[in-house]
Structure formats: C-alpha cells, structure tokens
C-alpha cells in the first residue's frame, strides 16, 4: 500500500526521469474477457486523455465498455481535484455506487486521477468508503491492469498512490474517443506553485516528452486521417525547459506545422512562459490555430501577487496586445477567478477593467474554491459569500456582453469549421472554427464528421454561430 504524501509531492528535485517503453503484462491480458466496464472522467482534456489510456489498458484485460454504470461489473471514476465542485461530485457518484454496491457485492469499484492524490481523500476513502476496491494515481496509470488484477484476486482494498513522479512511460495503449481530433500529451506536471492551485501536488514537476516522441505519434495520426492534434500540458508554454537547452514550444509548434497537418492546437498556457519565438511561429504558420487561451486569474497586481502569478497586470497586457497585433485574426480566452482572499472592491474593478480592455473571446469565470494543503488556505478571507456572487455575476455580465460583440463582427464571413457531427435537425451539423467558435450550420448535401468545410455565417448568439455551407 503507497498513500499520498503532500509534503513528499511539493519537493522537487533535478533527478532525470527515465524514459520507459510500457509492455502490457501477458499473463493477464484478455483475463477479464466477458466482463463490462463503465468509465466516468472528471476534469480537464488530460483527464480525457488518460481516459483514453485507461479504456484501451481495460480492453487488453477484456473487458467491454457499457454507458450504464448500472450495467457494469466494474466502475472506475477518472477524477478531478482543481475545484470543490468537480470533488464534491466524484464523492456523489461514490455514495451512489455504495448503494449499488449492497445490492451487487462483486460490483468492483475503483478511483484514480488527481483527487487519488490527495492524502485527505484517500484517509475519508479508507474510513469511510471500504467498498471501494482500489485506487492509484497519476504517476501510475500505466499499472492500472496489475493494481485492478490484484484486487479482485486477493478481495482487499487496494491503495497504490506514489506522490513522486516516476518514470515517463511511453507508448501507452491508446482508444481515442475522436476519430479526427487527438489529444497529445508534450509535458506532465507544472512547477509554478500558484497559492490556490493544487495541481502541482497532483501531477509532479514539470516533465517533457522527447521531441522524437512526439513527433512520431503526430506522423501516425495524420497517416490516420486526423485533421487536428490538441497538445496539452498542465503548463504546455514550458515545455523543453527541463530537457533542451535551446528547444521550447515555439520549436515543437513550427516543427509539427510542417508536418502539414491541417489543425494544431496547444492548451493550458501560463502567460509566464509565453515567449517571442511562440507567438512569431503561430502568426506564420496557417495550420496553427489563431486560437489562444491565456489565463489572468485577476486583473488586480496585488492579488496576482497573492495568487503566486509571477505576473503584474501591466506585464499580462503587455503580452495580450503583443499577441493581439502579431496573429491576424487571433481569438484569445481566459480563466478567471472572484473572490481570492484579500480582493477588495478596488481589486474587482481592476478585474473588470482588464476585460473591458481585453474583450475576450470566450471567459471561464469562478468564485475561488478552497483546496487543502494549499498556500491560499492559510489566507485570511473576510469577504461574505453573497459578496462574491454578485461579483461573479457583475463579470459575467461584462465578458458576455463581449463575446457576443466579437460574434456578431463574424456576420457575414466565411469560416472553415470541422464538422463534428450531426445536430437534430434536419440538415443541421455543427462543428468549430479556426478560432474555436462553435457552429451551427445547414447543408443539403450530406456531409461527414471531420471534413473541413467553408460556412457562411448569418446570425450571431452570444455561444455560438449559425451558418449554411458554400
């Protein structure tokens, strides 16, 4: 049994990871044969793409996937720590499958992801939830069939959370939910410790994949018709800072743009790492999406100080107008966070300020949630509850108003959209655009999912955009 360990996950050290090819245990592959499972993800695109992982390591075991939890013989819950609500609702989903638990008793049951890496959940797993079979981390998904195998064989709770990163593990069986559009992983972890961010504890330090890695898995989605590749990182902008001396993600995105593949994304940028070279290579290149999100959290200096930001306000703007005037037709979104202990009135306007000025395409925009064992938990926070709803509600009515001026600008414009499928009405699909506005559009010809198409915009909402095809 490994148990999570906060003050062993904060520690970093400059230990080389080592790169290991995974091979899938044969003794027990297709053991599970017959059996079904059902696979509830939490969270962020790279809780997505481990799911991926995750269901193609259960199918080597044999097992088949239902949509029913009811109907599965086991249920594993991919799990998310960055907010109370995502937290508050993997621990409803438990309380549910307790039930169901009682009434089928070989009902296996297991969790994994980021809250696997809290020490204070699995403690509340140990006392509270003995009916869950097994739990591991985000280090070691890749022992998944060993962990799950073990469990049911010896009928014990098993617990197997390492709070150091290990090995980076390397080809991976993989069962992508997208038959045109992939997640690509380019680094794991983040070292920059913001005060009310938990992720640092629950992904490690920052570890980029080679280069040649994942050039060669991007060269085997384009021989298999993807039109798009999101790249992902908890701090996607830092990558190659821990492996090269002079590659970053500039290098890796005009490398792959030569590639040639119609789309390339990247996410969750962190407005620190965003250099020069970065925004000259997505300016040059047209298969580099003119989509970028770049989080500010706060339009206040003093709690961009206090969130551990390593920004002012001034410097955040700077770097938005530089991306602004050098990718033509650029969308740019944001994350925003009300309420951080320590934000008067004064700060809030300063938020307010910066999205009247940044006028962004698209906002998420929350009241802060407290996570344990972080900084931002000892700080002192004397503003009331209903203080920050209206609050969260004052910005939401600024940002809004934005995106639907930004939309409505798009009137009567052609954009190419990726079709992403079919909507309910008839000759109705829906896909996104270059700049990743969703679209509504009509077609009398039938088309298929992950084609690019020419969509002529004629009315605009606040979310989305309706069109008919050229």
Known sequence: MHLPDYKEARSRTKKEYRRIDFKQDKTISNKYRGMKYFLKTYGCQMNEHDSENIEALLVNLGFTKVLDYNLADLVLLNTCSIRE???????????????????????????????????????????????????????????LPNILDKAIKENKQQIEVFSREGDLVEGLPVIRANKYKAFVNIIYGCDKFCTYCIVPYTRGRERSRRREDIINEVKLLIEDGYQEVTLLGQNVNAYGKDLYDNYNLGDLLEEIALLNIPRIRFMTSHPWDFTDKMIDVIGKYSNIMPSVHLPVQSGSSKILKLMGRRYTKESYLELFHKIKDTVPGVSISTDIIVGFPGEDEEDFRETLSLAEECKYDNAFTFIFSEREGTPACKLVDNTPPEVKEERLQRLNQVVNKYFLENNKKLEGEVLKVLVEGVSLKKNMYYGYSETNKLINFTSEKEIEAGEIVNVKIKSAKTWSLDGEIV
């Open 85 to 143: 609500n995502a937290h508050n609702k993997a621990f409803g989903m438990l309380g549910r499958l307790k039930h169901l638990k009682g009434e089928r008793p070989e009902l296996i049951i297991g969790l994994c992801g980021c809250m696997a890496q809290e020490a204070s959940v699995v403690q509340e797993i140990l006392n509270d939830y003995k009916f869950v079979n097994f739990v591991f981390g985000t280090h070691n998904l890749y022992q």
